[in-house]
């Protein structure tokens, strides 16, 4: 399977991933601000936070979905996991009380397995941009095999 599919592959995945969670998050907006409110971490920029997190899963989806800005959806996508998943560390080393604000089927997850579960989404993204920086280079070099044989 070419580079490039599975960076295709995994920013699909990726997509569906972010705006699931997103849609989850605005659907019960009042409810992720209010368990975001119980965190000790955030607890006074919970109401910023709601927003903050879904808008920004949506926008990574629109630069995952272009082709043109993929990779940078792939980094932004990395960022976003590497933070999601110090946030859950941090939770899980430093806070007694683990209020879940997770929508949908995340939320069924333990905090330990959700911790987990970003750690595979999080090697995913740099797979994704191990694939797409080589694809890149492999449709660079088909391009210009051709051009030498005119």
Not at 11 to 34: G, M, T
């Amino acid at each position: 399977m070419k580079k490039s599919a599975i960076a295709e592959i995994i920013a699909a995945l990726l997509v569906f991933l972010f705006l699931y969670a997103a849609v989850s998050k605005l659907l019960d907006l009042d409810k992720f601000v209010y368990q975001l409110g119980q965190s000790p971490f955030i607890t006074n920029i919970s109401r910023f936070v709601a927003w903050a997190i879904p808008s920004a899963e949506i926008l990574v989806s629109i630069a995952l979905i272009i082709r043109r800005t993929r990779l940078a959806g792939l980094y932004l996508s990395l960022f976003l996991m590497l933070l999601f998943t110090g946030y859950i560390y941090m939770m899980l080393q430093y806070s007694s009380y683990l209020p879940c604000s997770c929508g949908g089927i995340l939320s069924a997850m333990s905090w330990k397995q959700h911790f987990v579960f970003n750690l595979a989404v999080t090697a995913l993204s740099l797979l994704g941009i191990t694939a797409q920086h080589t694809g890149a280079k492999e449709v660079v070099i088909i391009s210009y095999d051709k051009q030498e044989r005119c």
